[in-house]
Nanobody, 122 residues
């Protein structure tokens, strides 16, 4: 059973950058997808980005495309989300998740981290 631990969240000014990490222990070879989702207060959880552990595939939501970059280090079993040009509307709790394939849909992920808060001040 995979265990995911996010880190790196915090407070940043609009226009700034932040990188959050997700350490995935216990991940098996069948868990090929890693996704980042976020949930703002009073809103539903939404897809942010996803990546395949084995292949080159990456996916982004339209709201973060061109500003955020997802990457992974297979040796460290860690995924990253580099967030640039942050906006106040990016404020949310960010969750990482692992599933059989990279997907934009949360239902395809079996394991979730506890979340890390990202706050962007205006």
């Amino acid at each position: 059973q995979a265990q995911l631990v996010e880190s790196g969240g915090g407070l940043v000014q609009a226009g700034g950058s932040l990188r959050i990490s997700c350490a995935a222990s216990g991940r098996t070879s069948s868990d090929d997808g890693m996704g980042w989702f976020r949930q703002a207060p009073g809103k539903e959880r939404e897809f942010v980005a996803a990546i395949s552990w084995r292949g080159p595939w990456t996916y982004y939501s339209d709201s973060v495309k061109g500003r955020f970059t997802i990457s992974r280090d297979n040796v460290k079993n860690t995924a990253y989300l580099q967030m640039n040009s942050l906006k106040p509307e990016d404020t949310a709790v960010y969750y990482c998740a692992v599933g059989p394939s990279a997907s934009i849909y949360s239902v395809y992920y079996h394991y979730w981290g506890q979340g890390t808060q990202v706050t962007v001040s205006s």
